[in-house]
């Protein structure tokens, strides 16, 4: 039994015994006060940035269980500079069962410490599990000027590549991203690293391409709809710009719908319609008492169009169009129903 | 061209109060965070705004500084006091000086009871994120009993709002002020009702454009269970009002929304040439079979099967909402436009 028309966004879990020991892991490591618990907070328990401001440093390892299209455990150790003691075995463990590390760097502060740091644990990482993704998070680049983040992206990726190359580690993969958790680019950074993780990214990414070149659609983006984390995109060329407004229009269409529902006790006829269905609302929690995926439409008076239609278990499928298709939106309508179907079928797949 | 109303509002609190703030907020498209560029107010910043067809707020910020205040309750105090609609006296949580504050909102009354007796009175207990959530109830109570008190004394009635940049209560208490100084605002709402009542919904809602606030709604009571946040106005109002920002980034503006919603469908466009309309409609519940539908022809039930099959139905209620609008259209620009003494 799938809940394709579930709740509209799914729970996060922080406590470790959701049986998290199967899923893949992301960790999350670096020096403290690097903004790790920051990120986590802003990303997955809606904390508005400013608030971050009042987070306690990290005692010991939290696991923030993330599930979407596909699930996966984002693990958070604590900040300290001799991770990577020899015999460690515990980090030696979270190392296999991960298929991402992000490593944390404060950019606004002296990052020589860091670097060093970030080498023994890349060295010891990849020594345990090859084929583990190391994703650098050159972070907090909201206090530094536009030229000055290139500059500390090539200088940053100078350093850490000559010294991988010194030790004669060639093939580690590794990528660096500029974040902050005061605008998006910390979402469009945790997109990049999840969507490594996802097997059936080509399939989706194909799915996607079809659909929009059929349709008229510009750019479509797949959503996991409470993260803001986008699982695939279309293949066209993306713009920061346009990831915000969709990013943007989720929020409202997420707000808006939250504003009015129907209490279903107090009408007996859809009562007895949702059982019938099979759906498995218990009742207790009003806004859980929704069955009907939600979608919206918004026109901009430059003729763009954006689409939203929620899709299996907590995604979104966000379209750009022209409002020369709007015709034709019996067809977008009817091509996206087939994603959707294809989603399902894939999601099966996968469980 | 239709005789314009001129309302003049006075906007006085001390300095760092966040006056600019707000306005700056509600008229000029301005975030929260942007607000943290906004330098000391120099002396009194004026702002024109057209509100409506024929309605124009005439925005007096006052700077807050010692040196400014002192002028408007000597020199400049007939100059600032006359012609007042209304005084919007922010007050800031954090202030250190409260007592100094009251003070001065006495003086405002004071003068106003002199040249504006016929003036509203609005204290606006700002900040008040700053404040831990359960202590808000009483910082403002404790604050307004004593305001009630002084304003009696003048024979003012005092309404008071508590109010942040951070959330929806900055909408609640403006579109409250403006609304108040609408001449024709319970024109805007007879014709909302008629509106409603022809169209059959669950709610009207008139925003003005620019600045979202809401003039008017209607709530139409008429599907069983259907249920609506109490702060709703004002959340819409901050909802759509990011949006526009957003939008803005992209060098374009917002022109309209339809929500297909899990328990309701929503429609938000625009009205007259500076109002915008939002209508809402609960999902209606599909009979299971035909027997217990209230008044369900056998061809309407079918329709209603297909569009519980079907997540993108809605378009054909959405026509005839689109189709109402557009008759209503007409009425709601002559009311607008209607002369104004
Ligand atoms: N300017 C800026 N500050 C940030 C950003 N992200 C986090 N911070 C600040 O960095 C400080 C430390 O953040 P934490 O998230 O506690 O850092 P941490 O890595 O979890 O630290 P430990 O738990 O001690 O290892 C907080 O004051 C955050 O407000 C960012 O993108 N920009
Ligand atoms: N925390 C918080 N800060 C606010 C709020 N409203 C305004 N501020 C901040 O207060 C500061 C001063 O705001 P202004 O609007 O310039 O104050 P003002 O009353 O116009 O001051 P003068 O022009 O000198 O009279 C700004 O940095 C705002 O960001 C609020 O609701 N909460
Ligand atoms: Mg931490
Ligand atoms: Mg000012």
Same mark, same amino acid.
């Given at each position: 039994?799938?809940?394709?028309?579930?709740?509209?966004?799914?729970?996060?879990d922080?406590?470790?015994?959701?049986?998290?020991?199967?899923?893949?892991k992301?960790?999350?490591?670096?020096?403290?006060?690097?903004?790790?618990?920051?990120?986590?907070?802003?990303?997955?328990?809606?904390?508005?940035?400013?608030d971050?401001?009042?987070?306690e440093?990290?005692?010991s390892?939290?696991t *923030?269980?993330?599930?979407?299209?596909?699930?996966?455990?984002?693990?958070?150790?604590?900040?300290?500079?001799?991770?990577?003691?020899?015999?460690?075995?515990?980090?030696e463990?979270?190392?296999?069962?991960?298929?991402?590390?992000?490593?944390?760097?404060?950019?606004?502060?002296?990052?020589?410490?860091?670097?060093?740091?970030?080498?023994?644990?890349?060295?010891r990482?990849?020594?345990?599990?090859?084929?583990?993704?190391?994703?650098v998070?050159?972070?907090k680049?909201?206090?530094?000027?536009?030229?000055?983040?290139?500059?500390?992206?090539?200088?940053?990726?100078?350093?850490?590549?000559?010294?991988?190359?010194?030790?004669?580690?060639?093939?580690?993969?590794?990528?660096?991203?500029l974040?902050?958790?005061?605008?998006?680019?910390?979402?469009e950074?945790f997109?990049?690293?999840?969507?490594?993780?996802?097997p059936?990214?080509?399939?989706?990414?194909? +799915?996607?391409?079809?659909?929009?070149?059929?349709s008229?659609?510009?750019?479509?983006?797949?959503?996991?709809?409470?993260?803001?984390?986008?699982?695939?995109?279309d293949?066209?060329p993306m713009?920061?710009?346009?990831?915000?407004?969709?990013?943007?229009?989720?929020?409202?269409?997420v707000?808006?719908?939250?504003?009015?529902?129907?209490?279903?006790?107090?009408?007996?006829?859809?009562?007895a319609?949702?059982?019938?269905?099979?759906?498995?609302?218990d009742?207790?929690?009003p *806004?859980?008492?929704?069955?009907?995926?939600?979608?919206?439409?918004?026109?901009l008076?430059?003729?763009?169009?954006?689409?939203?239609q929620q899709?299996?278990?907590g995604?979104?499928?966000?379209?750009?169009? #022209?409002k020369?298709?709007?015709?034709?939106?019996?067809?977008?309508?009817?091509?996206?129903?087939?994603?959707?179907?294809?989603?399902?079928q894939?999601?099966? +797949?996968?469980? | 061209?239709?005789?314009?109303?001129?309302?003049?509002?006075?906007?006085?609190?001390?300095?760092?109060?966040?006056?600019?703030?707000m306005?700056?907020?509600?008229?000029?498209?301005?975030?929260?965070?942007?607000?943290?560029?906004?330098?000391?107010?120099?002396?009194?910043?004026?702002?024109?705004? #057209?509100? +409506?067809?024929?309605? *124009?707020?005439n925005?007096?910020?006052?700077?807050?500084?010692?040196?400014?205040?002192?002028?408007?309750?000597?020199?400049?105090?007939?100059?600032?006091?006359?012609?007042?609609?209304?005084?919007?006296?922010?007050?800031?949580?954090?202030?250190?000086?409260?007592?100094?504050?009251?003070? *001065?909102?006495?003086l405002?009354?004071?003068?106003?009871?002199?040249?504006?007796?016929?003036?509203?009175?609005?204290?606006?207990?700002h900040?008040?994120?700053?404040?831990?959530?359960?202590?808000?109830?009483?910082?403002?109570?404790?604050?307004?009993?004593?305001?009630?008190?002084?304003?009696?004394?003048?024979?003012?009635?005092?309404?008071?709002?508590?109010?942040?940049?951070?959330?929806?209560?900055?909408y609640?208490?403006?579109?409250?002020?403006?609304?108040?100084?609408?001449?024709n605002?319970?024109?805007?709402?007879?014709h909302?009702?008629?509106?409603?009542?022809?169209?059959?919904?669950?709610?009207?809602?008139?925003?003005?454009?620019?600045?979202?606030?809401?003039?008017?709604?209607?709530?139409?009571?008429?599907?069983?269970?259907?249920?609506?946040?109490?702060?709703?106005?004002?959340?819409?109002?901050?909802i759509?009002?990011?949006?526009?920002?957003?939008?803005?980034?992209?060098?374009?503006?917002?022109?309209?929304?339809?929500?297909?919603?899990?328990?309701?469908?929503?429609?938000?466009?625009?009205?007259?040439?500076?109002?915008?309309?939002m209508?809402?409609?609960?999902?209606?519940?599909?009979?299971?079979?035909?027997?217990?539908?209230?008044?369900?022809?056998?061809?309407?039930?079918?329709?209603?099967?297909?569009?519980?099959?079907?997540?993108?139905?809605?378009?054909?209620?959405?026509?005839?909402?689109?189709?109402?609008?557009?008759?209503?259209?007409?009425?709601?620009e002559?009311?607008?436009?209607?002369?104004?003494?």
């Amino acid at each position: 039994m799938t809940d394709d028309h579930g709740p509209l966004t799914e729970g996060y879990d922080r406590t470790p015994q959701h049986s998290s020991h199967h899923i893949p892991k992301i960790m999350m490591m670096g020096l403290r006060r690097c903004g790790k618990s920051s990120i986590c907070q802003v990303m997955f328990h809606n904390m508005p940035p400013l608030d971050t401001l009042y987070i306690e440093s990290t005692s010991s390892p939290s696991t *923030t269980v993330f599930s979407s299209f596909i699930d996966f455990a984002v693990v958070e150790l604590p900040g300290q500079t001799n991770a990577v003691d020899p015999g460690n075995e515990e980090l030696e463990r979270l190392f296999t069962e991960s298929g991402a590390l992000i490593y944390v760097i404060d950019s606004q502060d002296e990052y020589i410490n860091s670097l060093s740091n970030l080498h023994s644990i890349i060295t010891r990482a990849v020594e345990v599990n090859p084929k583990i993704n190391i994703e650098v998070f050159i972070h907090k680049v909201d206090g530094l000027s536009e030229d000055f983040r290139l500059d500390a992206q090539r200088d940053i990726t100078q350093r850490v590549t000559d010294e991988l190359l010194d030790d004669g580690l060639l093939n580690v993969p590794l990528s660096f991203h500029l974040t902050s958790i005061f605008d998006h680019s910390v979402y469009e950074a945790f997109s990049r690293v999840v969507q490594k993780q996802i097997p059936q990214l080509a399939t989706l990414e194909n +799915l996607l391409n079809v659909v929009c070149q059929h349709s008229g659609i510009e750019k479509a983006f797949l959503f996991d709809i409470k993260s803001k984390i986008f699982v695939a995109t279309d293949s066209s060329p993306m713009d920061v710009a346009t990831y915000e407004i969709c990013t943007d229009f989720i929020d409202i269409t997420v707000d808006m719908d939250s504003l009015y529902t129907i209490d279903h006790s107090q009408t007996p006829a859809l009562k007895a319609a949702d059982t019938a269905f099979g759906n498995e609302l218990d009742g207790t929690d009003p *806004t859980f008492n929704k069955s009907k995926p939600i979608g919206s439409t918004t026109r901009l008076n430059n003729g763009l169009i954006l689409y939203l239609q929620q899709m299996v278990k907590g995604l979104a499928l966000v379209c750009l169009m #022209r409002k020369e298709s709007m015709p034709k939106i019996a067809l977008v309508e009817y091509n996206i129903e087939f994603f959707r179907n294809a989603l399902e079928q894939l999601r099966l +797949l996968t469980v | 061209m239709a005789a314009t109303a001129r309302r003049k509002l006075l906007l006085m609190g001390r300095s760092g109060s966040g006056k600019s703030s707000m306005r700056s907020i509600i008229f000029s498209n301005y975030s929260a965070f942007d607000t943290r560029r906004l330098g000391a107010t120099i002396d009194v910043e004026h702002q024109n705004l #057209r509100f +409506l067809g024929n309605l *124009t707020l005439n925005l007096w910020d006052c700077g807050g500084q010692d040196a400014y205040m002192d002028n408007y309750f000597s020199s400049q105090r007939d100059n600032i006091f006359q012609m007042v609609e209304a005084l919007i006296f922010v007050f800031d949580v954090e202030s250190k000086e409260l007592r100094k504050d009251i003070e *001065t909102f006495v003086l405002c009354l004071r003068n106003l009871y002199e040249f504006s007796p016929g003036a509203r009175i609005f204290a606006l207990v700002h900040k008040m994120d700053l404040v831990v959530v359960e202590k808000r109830q009483d910082v403002y109570k404790a604050l307004m009993h004593s305001l009630e008190d002084t304003s009696a004394m003048f024979s003012f009635k005092v309404q008071g709002f508590a109010t942040t940049i951070w959330d929806e209560s900055l909408y609640k208490a403006w579109s409250n002020i403006v609304c108040s100084l609408i001449p024709n605002v319970g024109i805007f709402q007879k014709h909302l009702q008629s509106f409603a009542d022809i169209s059959e919904v669950d709610e009207v809602i008139l925003f003005e454009k620019t600045s979202f606030l809401v003039i008017s709604h209607v709530t139409g009571n008429r599907s069983p269970g259907f249920k609506s946040d109490s702060t709703r106005f004002e959340k819409i109002s901050n909802i759509i009002k990011q949006f526009k920002q957003s939008c803005n980034k992209l060098r374009s503006q917002f022109q309209s929304l339809s929500l297909r919603g899990s328990d309701c469908s929503a429609y938000i466009d625009s009205m007259t040439a500076s109002t915008m309309i939002m209508v809402v409609m609960a999902n209606r519940a599909v009979p299971d079979d035909g027997t217990n539908g209230d008044d369900a022809v056998d061809g309407s039930s079918a329709v209603n099967l297909l569009a519980d099959q079907d997540p993108f139905s809605g378009e054909a209620e959405n026509n005839i909402i689109l189709a109402n609008i557009k008759i209503a259209r007409k009425m709601f620009e002559k009311i607008e436009n209607l002369s104004l003494e």
